[in-house]
């Protein structure tokens, strides 16, 4: 059974940086594209960021240049570094896997001063 884990999450001020982290167990992981989305409340859940198992990445307009998606197949685990945090990027993080068609649970993140 496939299970993903996101970590990472919290409460911090505008222009703060956080590390998300999904931890991926039970998927051929390395073969497959991972992806970031995000859902704020009252709002349709939206792409953040994907990463394909070459290494490609994709963002959303509102993020590039800010967030940078990475990944380490051996230790199955896929990252969001999220630097200059604005209020508008407040929202539940989800780290998605394209292999098994799993969501995680979501992680929490607030900006706000």
């Known amino acids: 059974q496939v299970q993903l884990v996101e970590s990472g999450g919290g409460s911090v001020q505008p222009g703060e940086s956080l590390k998300l982290s999904c931890a991926v167990s039970g998927s051929d992981f390395s073969i497959y594209s991972v992806r970031w989305d995000r859902q704020a409340p009252g709002k349709q859940r939206e792409l953040v960021a994907y990463?394909?198992?070459?290494?490609?990445?994709k963002y959303a307009d509102s993020v590039e240049g800010r967030f940078a998606i990475s990944r380490d197949n051996a230790k199955k685990t896929v990252s969001l570094q999220m630097n200059s945090l604005k209020p508008e990027d407040t929202a539940v993080y989800y780290c998605?896997?394209?292999?098994?068609?799993?969501w995680g649970q979501g992680t929490q993140v607030t900006v706000s001063s």
């Open positions: 990463i394909m198992a070459n290494g490609n990445t």
């Open positions: 998605f896997d394209y292999g098994s068609g799993s």
